[in-house]
């Protein structure tokens, strides 16, 4: 055995001692005589990790998870984006390994690949607190106490001996398009009662932790269910905003914020008035039914941008040329840093076949940019008919239905702050000086949106289609400038 060798084993086994010490002496920190493990997730938080605070605005949260320790629980919690729900269950997992050792605790999220990113920085926890990890990113082996942790997806396998500790789901969904999505939602359920509940062991416990999306998003179904003790979930729902209701110990007086320090109470405000939709659901835990409308009054710009902007073509097409069906169109809208232009509108009572033209016209303005269309079911057999007369049509699977896929862009409409994208429209100025007829028609349309039974919805669904292209990686789009653009 070489030299170089020998003094890898030497640093390795000298880490693994210093290791162990550490562990016995963390184990000893604030115990009884008896050796139990007293110090709580709130205290333990800042210890380990100075750059936390102590999260006082998540306390219910907190004595839910501890709970765990002496008792099942089966809980449905809802906070809002950026208030350190992660960085607690994170937390919550050494305080668990120490408080209960020789469990088998899992983290669920929505990919492994976000499950193992958390695993990561896990990790540097537990190596500030000197507990011992062995295994690897997806199945933990902690030495020191006996136990381990499991890191995997939703839909993804659970191995080992069941879990007789704490199964923490955190954030089921990447993003609203998921959330929305019925076949997502399905998916998500199916995964909880065929993988996850199976293997629960007496003396387990369920946390779902995660920001609201829709009604029918996964903590939606299990609020409307029992637990497996045949009692109601549990529902801790941390509002951004305190309106008078939710867990017992939320001790915040009426309009006052969850915590000040990270969302402002003018900040929370600015995101409710650009978007009440959005802000019930992720804010409020609250997601509200379709009917008010969901665009408000317009921003306008009197100019273009002449360079570097990108272009996205969002399209939808109709079946039949009847008086009372739909109209195919096509909206195309520019995008330039943080601000989106709806530069034409494109709108004919037609089917889909009779608009290959004008399609066809506008791709050959834009090499490169596909015309992308949310359809599905027979929709697709007309766009395959289009595509063979050589439009660049993407035809992607509609995420959710109309109401919760144009969220995003009418966030992006109500955005008046001055931060982040705001879509506008030509103004009236501008739009007679450049003769431009769909302007009027076009903000109708939008402005009188709700989602239920709307008249007509074509010129919406083309506009989240062309939006949602330019949310997209640049190489959906190019690069324009308005000298090539006619």
């Given amino acids: 055995m070489g030299d170089h060798v020998r003094r890898l084993i030497a640093a390795r086994s000298k880490r693994l001692v210093i290791a162990r010490i550490a562990g016995e002496r963390l184990r000893k920190l604030n115990a009884t005589g008896?050796?139990?493990?007293?110090?709580?997730?709130?205290?333990?938080?800042?210890?380990?990790?100075?750059?936390?605070?102590?999260?006082?605005?998540?306390?219910?949260?907190?004595?839910?998870?501890?709970?765990?320790?002496?008792?099942?629980?089966?809980?449905?919690?809802?906070?809002?984006?950026?208030?350190?729900?992660?960085?607690?269950?994170?937390?919550?997992?050494?305080?668990?390994?120490?408080?209960?050792?020789?469990?088998q605790n899992v983290y669920a999220t929505y990919s492994q690949t976000r499950a193992r990113s958390v695993s990561d920085k896990c990790r540097r926890i537990f190596d500030r607190a000197g507990i011992r990890v062995e295994g690897t990113k997806d199945h933990w082996y902690l030495p020191d106490t006996g136990g381990s942790i499991i890191w995997t997806?939703?839909?993804?396998?659970?191995?080992?001996?069941?879990?007789?500790?704490?199964?923490?789901?955190?954030?089921?969904?990447?993003?609203?398009?998921?959330a929305c999505s019925p076949v997502t939602q399905n998916h998500r359920m199916d995964w909880f009662d065929d993988v996850a509940e199976t293997r629960l062991n007496p003396g387990s416990s369920i946390i779902v932790i995660m920001a609201r999306w829709d009604s029918n998003d996964l903590s939606g179904k299990l609020l409307q269910r029992m637990t497996p003790l045949g009692q109601p979930w549990e529902h801790c729902n941390l509002k951004a905003i305190f309106e008078g209701d939710g867990p017992a110990n939320d001790n915040r007086e009426v309009g006052d914020a969850l915590w000040p320090e990270r969302k402002p109470l003018p900040e929370l405000l600015q995101k409710q008035q650009t978007n009440a939709y959005s802000f019930a659901s992720l804010y409020q835990g609250a997601p509200r039914p379709r009917g008010g409308a969901l665009f408000k009054e317009p921003m306008y710009y009197d100019d273009l941008p002449r360079r570097g902007y990108r272009v996205g073509l969002g399209v939808d097409l109709a079946y039949s040329k009847k008086t009372s069906a739909d109209f195919s169109v096509l909206v195309e809208v520019w995008r330039d840093g943080d601000d989106l232009y709806v530069v034409d509108v494109n709108r004919a009572q037609v089917e889909a076949p009779s608009f290959v033209l004008p399609m066809k016209r506008k791709s050959g303005m834009y090499p490169g940019v596909t015309l992308d269309w949310y359809a599905s079911g027979t929709e697709k057999g007309a766009g395959d008919f289009i595509i063979e007369k050589g439009v660049p049509l993407r035809i992607i699977n509609p995420p959710g239905d109309k109401f919760s896929r144009a969220l995003s862009t009418a966030e992006k409409w109500n955005n008046n702050t001055g931060e982040g994208p705001r879509l506008m429209v030509p103004s009236p100025e501008f739009a007679e000086r450049n003769r431009l007829d769909w302007v009027d028609d076009f903000v109708y349309e939008l402005t009188h949106f709700t989602g239920i039974n709307d008249p007509h919805d074509d010129q919406v669904d083309g506009t989240v289609s062309a939006c949602d292209s330019l949310d997209e990686d640049d190489d959906m789009t190019i690069q324009g400038s308005r000298s090539s653009r006619r």
């Fill in 153 to 178: 997806s939703i839909g993804g396998r659970l191995t080992g001996e069941g879990i007789d500790g704490v199964l923490f789901i955190d954030d089921p969904y990447k993003d609203r398009r998921e």
């Fill in 34 to 103: 008896s050796g139990e493990y007293t110090e709580s997730l709130m205290d333990l938080i800042p210890r380990v990790t100075p750059a936390y605070e102590r999260p006082e605005p998540l306390a219910p949260l907190i004595e839910m998870i501890e709970r765990t320790a002496r008792e099942r629980v089966f809980g449905v919690a809802a906070t809002p984006p950026q208030h350190g729900k992660t960085e607690a269950v994170m937390h919550a997992l050494l305080w668990l390994t120490l408080k209960r050792p020789g469990k």
